[in-house]
Structures are given as structure tokens and as C-alpha cells.
């Protein structure tokens, strides 16, 4: 039967009369479409089906080593297709309940009749042909849906970033992309050729070079996110991932983080570029282009492979028509301590009101006490300015008093750099305090099981943000810290005779002797007992 394929047939049973009774019943009747192996026992039937994949499979109940039905539910293991026939000498209800689990098609008691093989034989063609036509079609439906889907989840990201309006037809695209989830969050892919000064360099030729990586990039995102893949913006990608709920608690968040990690680490090693992640807040869809921008800013603030917006400082969004851009820049950089990236927002907000609102010098001069008095705000909360009641009592007048608009320019300057002084304090100091909390809890509790995700939830700090924090302030990584105060106390301890070994290292976080002494001899060059023997 020319273009027909094969039906690969597995007869099983260890009698051989009985094994070449089935083949050339089969083999006469339906010689040309059929390709046949044999085994006489229950481990080579399942060896066997490993390597020939059998579309159907006559088994003998009782056969030497593993039986029929043991045979059968390894075989489902690898195969769900196989169509099975049981033969069996016995009574076939004693295994009917158990082999209807394993999807049997029928049972043929021996001795079996040619008549009867035949009819089962076609009837077990007939349901592979059926299978491998519903795997062709939906082959078929899939290899179009392929085609369509990225260029509706595309339009579907394109649309919601850029558009305002988009909400009227919102529905549609959830309906089409079987959108079920009322909330998600968003993600920005970033690519380049390298990293220089947190930036990935050569955006544009890798832009380019995006076009031929982006089949492989939807496949390798789809196997870590359940997500809708934008299309290549630039040299970033965004991604939409559908959420149950509209809060992500501390591990989950973390979870996505590690996901995230292996996600760019596995891009890496396939794809010849450098790449990096910002991501957002979980949002309900409607709002869910606010989470788009949070990720950028994730991206754009953060300095390691994939940063969340929850692990950097948030800055509220103001709704007007004015650069809410440059505001948010100024009130960033300052609360950053970054006089030069302040004052250049400063500088470009106060350009723009010259530009749109020069003859309105009152407007201009409240909205620049409002800027500084808002840095000066948050300032005082972060602790990076004093503050009394009538700290600003001379504010309004100094404003008012400037000749013009260049010497209330330098006036806001001023007020800037002297938060940015402040912040520059206080930004060490919060890190500090960070990292001296994590020290305190590890100073308090060396002597039990405490892990870096521990202490992390401990500070509400993602554990990738927080090592590096903690190695930055600290000098040394979190394990090293915390072996050292271990070993610290250990010494302190063996100068106590009246503790053993054993209880010491307990006492110091550690429940195997041997490891202990392991780490004890690699700080101080000698065993726990060496060193008590030295002390006297």
C-alpha cells in the first residue's frame, strides 16, 4: 500500500509455536503493510518496545520474568500509544480490572482462531490510523497556530503599550489569545553585545541580528513562563505573563526572580548575545502597561543580570501634562545622591517651563519650591536632611527676591545639591543598616541552620540583591560571614574544657563532626582538638 506507513507489530509470548502461529497469520493476511518483532519474555518485550515503538502489541498474560501486566505498565511508562491485545490461557476476568487501566483493546483466550486474530488485528489498525490522523491534523492546527499566534501576541503587547485606547477591543485579543487570568505582570528582555557601565553595548546590531534569534527566544521563554512574547522593540523584547491574583508574596517573587536568572542564562548559552531582565508589579490587564514601565525602570536602576522593581527604591507616578519623565529623573537621581544627573534634570525641567510658561513667573516659582520641597520631604525620612518647623521660613522670600529667572535657577540648584549632600550620607547608611540587621540576626542565631533566603526574607530583600549588597557593604559573601562567626565562637568555646567536640559543634551551627572540623582546620591549620591541645 504505496504512502500508507507501516504498522509495527510486537507479539509477545514464550511459547514459540504459538509466537510463529501469530506471525504468519499476520504476515499472510497483511504481509506488505506490516513489520513485526517477537519476544518470549516479559523484559525482552519491554526492551523491545523501548527501541521499536510498536503501534500494537499482542501480550501473553503469563510469560517468565515480568509478567504480561507488570510488562505492559512499564511500557505505558514511555508509550502511551501502543494499542494492547492480551492473549491468555486463563480466565481473562481475573485481570480485566487491572489491564482496563492500561487502556487493553480486547482478550483472546487460547487456543485462538485465525478468524478472530484477523478481526482484532484490523480493528487495532483501524484505531492507528484514526490516532495518526488526529496527530496530523492537530499537527496541521499547530503548525498554523504557530504561524499566527506570535503575530497576535505582537500586536496584542504593541497595542497595549502604545495605544490609549486599547481597552475598547481588549476583549477580543483575550479571547483569541485564551487569556483567562484578570491580572499579569510584565517583563523587558534587554539584549547587546556586552555590558559596559550597566549598559548593553551595540543595541542596534543586535536589533539586527534579533530578527534570526526571535523563533528560538519565543521557545526558550515559553519553557520558563507561561507568557505572550512581544515583538523586538529596539533591543529589548517585552513579555506579558498572565497571574491568578493581584499580589505576589515574598517567595513567589523570589521565584520568578530565579526563574528569570535561568531564563537569561539559558538565552546566554544559546544565543550569541549579552541579556538582561527588568520586571514589574503584578497589575489587573487593563492597567497592566504600568508594570511595563516599572520594568523598564527595573532595567534602567538596576545593575545586576535581572532586577525587580520591588528591590529598588519605588517612585509614585504624578498624572499631567508636563515631562513626568524629568520629574521622576530629579526626584530619582536626588534621592540617589547623584548631584549631576539631579542637577541635569533640574536644569532640563526648568528649561521646559522658560519654554512653555515664561511669562507665568509665579507658577514657575511654586512649582520649584513644590520639587524641592518634595526631595526635601523624603530627605527628611530617609534621614538625609534636618528638618524644624521654621526651617523654611526664609523659602519664600528668597524665591521672590530673585532678579530673574537664572538666579532662581541657581536657587534650585542649590537646594538640590544640598539634598543630594545629605542623601549621599544617608544612602550609606541605609545599605549599612541593611546589611547590619542581617548581621545582628546572624551574630544572634550562627548557632543554628540559617540560610542566605532565610535572612532575605528577614530584610524583604530578594536573596540575589541581597548577597550582592552584603558583599558590597560587608567586604565578604554571606557564607563566608557567616563560617567566620562560627568559627569565631568555636574558638572561644574550646577553651572551655568542659564542652566535647561534639556538643562544640553543635553549639556552633553544625550537625556533622566531621564537616566541622573539616572547616574548623581550613581557618586555623589544625583540628578543633589540635588547637584545644595547643591551649593547654
Not at 529596539?234 to 530565579?258: A, F, K, M, Q, S
Not at 497592566?288 to 545586576?304: P, Q
Not at 547623584?338 to 517651563?353: E, K
Not at 511669562?359 to 520631604?377: G, N, P, Q, S, T
Request: with cysteine; hydrophobic share 35%; glycine share 6%.
Amino acid at each position: 500500500m504505496e504512502g500508507k506507513k507501516m504498522y509495527r507489530i510486537l507479539l509477545a509470548d514464550d511459547e514459540g509455536i504459538m509466537l510463529e502461529a501469530l506471525k504468519n497469520i499476520i504476515n499472510s493476511n497483511f504481509g506488505s503493510e506490516c513489520e513485526i518483532a517477537c519476544a518470549k519474555t516479559g523484559r525482552a518485550v519491554v526492551e523491545q518496545a523501548e527501541t521499536f515503538r510498536p503501534d500494537i502489541a499482542f501480550m501473553d498474560i503469563q510469560m517468565p520474568g515480568l509478567s504480561g501486566i507488570q510488562a505492559m505498565k512499564e511500557i505505558r511508562k514511555f508509550n502511551q500509544s501502543t494499542i494492547f491485545i492480551v492473549i491468555t490461557a486463563y480466565d481473562k476476568f481475573n485481570y480485566a480490572q487491572e489491564a482496563i487501566n492500561l487502556g487493553v483493546m480486547e482478550y483472546l483466550t487460547k487456543p485462538v482462531n485465525k478468524k478472530k486474530i484477523l478481526e482484532v488485528c484490523m480493528k487495532a489498525m483501524r484505531q492507528v490510523d484514526e490516532a495518526r490522523k488526529k496527530r496530523s491534523d492537530d499537527l496541521k492546527i499547530r503548525e498554523k497556530l504557530e504561524t499566527v499566534v506570535p503575530i497576535i501576541e505582537s500586536g496584542y503587547l504593541y497595542n497595549l503599550l502604545l495605544q490609549d485606547d486599547f481597552h475598547t477591543y481588549q476583549s477580543n485579543y483575550r479571547e483569541l489569545l485564551n487569556i483567562e487570568k484578570d491580572y499579569a505582570f510584565m517583563a523587558v528582555v534587554e539584549f547587546g553585545d556586552g555590558v559596559e557601565n550597566g549598559i548593553l553595548t551595540n543595541a542596534v546590531g543586535a536589533s539586527v541580528r534579533a530578527s534570526r534569534f526571535y523563533p528560538e527566544f519565543r521557545e526558550i521563554t515559553k519553557g520558563f513562563f507561561d507568557c505572550l512574547v512581544g515583538p523586538v522593540m529596539g533591543n529589548r523584547i517585552v513579555l506579558l505573563v498572565p497571574h491568578e491574583t493581584g499580589t505576589v508574596e515574598y517567595e513567589e517573587r523570589v521565584e520568578i526572580l530565579t526563574r528569570m536568572r535561568n531564563l537569561i542564562h539559558k538565552l546566554e548559552n544559546r544565543i550569541d548575545s549579552k541579556f538582561r531582565g527588568g520586571i514589574g508589579r503584578v497589575r489587573p490587564l487593563e492597567d497592566v502597561k504600568e508594570s511595563y514601565t516599572e520594568a523598564l525602570r527595573a532595567l534602567r536602576e538596576g545593575d545586576s543580570h535581572v532586577v525587580h522593581i520591588n528591590d529598588i527604591p519605588s517612585i509614585q507616578d504624578y498624572d499631567g501634562e508636563y515631562p513626568l519623565d524629568l520629574e521622576n529623573r530629579y526626584f530619582q537621581r536626588t534621592m540617589e545622591a547623584d548631584y549631576a544627573g539631579a542637577a541635569s534634570a533640574a536644569n532640563q525641567f526648568f528649561d521646559w517651563m522658560l519654554k512653555n510658561y515664561m511669562d507665568y513667573r509665579a507658577d514657575i516659582e511654586i512649582k520649584v519650591l513644590e520639587l524641592v520641597m518634595r526631595v526635601e520631604y523624603s530627605a527628611f525620612f530617609k534621614g538625609g536632611v534636618k528638618y524644624g518647623f521654621r526651617y523654611r521660613e526664609n523659602y519664600l522670600r528668597d524665591i521672590q527676591s530673585c532678579r530673574d529667572y537664572e538666579e532662581l535657577r541657581a536657587w534650585f540648584l542649590v537646594k538640590t545639591e544640598d539634598v543630594c549632600r545629605g542623601m549621599a550620607t544617608t544612602k550609606e547608611k541605609e545599605s549599612e543598616s541593611v546589611v547590619a540587621k542581617a548581621r545582628a540576626y546572624i551574630d544572634e542565631n550562627y548557632q543554628n541552620d540559617i540560610s542566605l533566603d532565610d535572612v532575605s526574607r528577614l530584610v524583604d530583600i530578594s536573596p540575589y540583591y541581597f548577597s550582592k549588597l552584603f558583599k558590597q557593604e560587608q567586604g565578604e559573601g554571606f557564607i563566608e560571614y557567616v563560617t567566620r562567626i562560627r568559627m569565631q565562637n568555636a574558638r572561644q568555646l574550646l577553651k572551655n574544657q568542659n564542652y566535647s567536640i561534639k556538643e562544640i559543634c553543635a553549639m556552633c551551627g553544625y550537625s556533622d563532626p566531621n564537616y566541622f572540623s573539616r572547616i574548623f582546620k581550613r581557618y586555623e591549620g589544625v583540628t578543633p582538638s589540635e588547637y584545644r591541645e595547643r591551649l593547654g
